[in-house]
């Protein structure tokens, strides 16, 4: 199941996608409207089945003309892993680490699929990351990685849009991954059973203006779904809509010679197989 979240007219909405690919959905105030995604997950997958089959009888939203949102909108953590590929931890000066390198996000930095990326005042550096979405669906603690998996309900698509002179202003990259309007995610979420398991082998593609600048596959990954959950959950409890942004390979403006930045214009794609396709424009702040 592919599920959108949106809003048009000032309400929101949800659409899940029929078999053609169609959407049909209800906006919320229609008492057939089930209610925000990040509830309906909080509530377990029979509650997302539920809902989809009430959404389907719902009319046709065609997300050309609604403004699509982040499938999630306030997901209780937004936890990134820098770092994840070992071609983009090379080009980036860094050994291949041991332990992921864990930096969150706050949910002030997202925007959804067609909303512009800001190139703030501040700095000229801004630059694409084009990622997997791991999306939780049961929380726990102490979660074994054989089991790890359990507990994902799906998957979506990541712009970890950084600011790179604010990123390495300070040992932690805080403020250049959290600038407003820079966390582009979407376009939707896929459930995991569409998926093969943990999202891997998966062709990732960044391209900006039409030019492919980041070619991977998401088995390129060097801490898997999987891992990232057995390990992050060693720490913290993982709850139910938290997402896990599961970092970017090889590719990004800054390790280029020369540094290629995003500017207002440009247009920023990231598609993954069998998920679909994130598209973002670049506007100045
Ligand atoms: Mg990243």
């Not at 959950?229 to 896990?244: N, V, Y």
Request: net charge negative.
């Amino acid at each position: 199941m592919r599920f959108a979240a949106f809003t048009s007219g000032g309400k929101k909405g949800l659409a899940v996608a029929g078999a053609d690919g169609v959407f049909h959905g209800f906006f919320d105030g229609n008492s057939e409207y089930p209610g925000s995604l990040g509830s309906l997950i909080a509530k377990g997958s029979e509650a997302l089945d539920t809902a989809a089959a009430v959404l389907k009888n719902g009319p046709v939203i065609n997300l050309n003309q609604v403004q699509l949102l982040p499938p999630i909108q306030t997901p209780g953590k937004i936890i990134c892993v820098g770092l994840n590929y070992v071609d983009h931890s090379l080009e980036s000066g860094f050994t291949p680490p041991s332990y992921p390198t864990i930096f969150t996000r706050f949910t002030s930095s997202l925007i959804g699929a067609g909303s512009p990326i800001i190139r703030p005042k501040a700095s000229t550096q801004l630059d694409y990351e084009g990622e997997m979405v791991v999306v939780i669906g049961t929380g726990g603690r102490h979660i074994a990685e054989a089991d790890a998996l359990k507990h994902v309900i799906g998957y979506s698509i990541f712009n970890d849009a950084s600011i790179r002179d604010y990123q390495m202003k300070s040992p932690q990259w805080t403020v250049g991954k959290n600038f407003d309007a820079t966390g582009a995610f979407g376009p939707w979420l896929v459930t995991a059973d569409e998926l093969p398991p943990g999202g891997t082998g998966l062709h990732l593609q960044t391209r900006l203006n039409g030019t492919v600048v980041q070619d991977a596959s998401t088995s390129d990954m060097i801490f898997s779904a999987a891992k990232l959950i057995a390990i992050l959950s060693e720490a913290l409890t993982l709850s139910p809509g938290d997402i896990i942004v599961s970092g970017t390979p090889a590719g990004v403006g800054f390790a280029r010679k020369p540094q290629l930045y995003m500017k207002h214009g440009d247009v920023c794609e990231i598609e993954i197989e069998g998920i679909g396709v994130l598209r973002n424009t670049v506007v100045d702040e």
